[in-house]
């Protein structure tokens, strides 16, 4: 078992930059591969960027590629989601989620946080 709570979420202006951040805890953090995914109002859920259990391999989508960074800190047993230029269509609930391989976390994740909101105003 593993928890998670996401927190760095709010509201900023277009061009903006916002830093989120997720803390685990429970079983060890350095064997769970981890990812973002964010939901706005109306749409379907999308993934945003995932990074493996080393921290070594990311992924991106193609729509936050080159403006967003994930990380992962396994001695703090947190993963980050730095987000720049953020654009009005960045707003969303953004939810961390974990699982044990990169494959199975960017598909079907079996631990979620609770969400933070993020409003980019423009």
């Known amino acids: 078992q593993v928890q998670l709570v996401e927190s760095g979420g709010g509201l900023v202006q277009a061009g903006g930059s916002l830093r989120l951040s997720c803390a685990a805890s429970?079983?060890?953090?350095?064997?769970?591969?981890m990812v973002w995914f964010r939901q706005a109002p109306g749409k379907e859920r999308e993934l945003v960027a995932a990074?493996?259990?080393?921290?070594?391999?990311?992924y991106y989508a193609d729509s936050v590629r080159g403006r967003f960074t994930i990380s992962k800190d396994n001695a703090q047993n947190t993963v980050y989601l730095q987000m720049n230029s953020l654009k009005s269509e960045d707003t969303a609930v953004y939810y961390c989620?974990?699982?044990?391989?990169?494959?199975?976390?960017?598909?079907?994740?079996?631990?979620w946080g609770q969400g933070t909101q993020v409003t980019v105003s423009s």
């Open positions: 429970g079983r060890t953090f350095s064997s769970y591969a």
């Open positions: 989620a974990a699982d044990s391989t990169l494959s199975t976390v960017k598909t079907t994740p079996g631990y």
């Open positions: 990074v493996s259990t080393s921290g070594y391999r990311t």
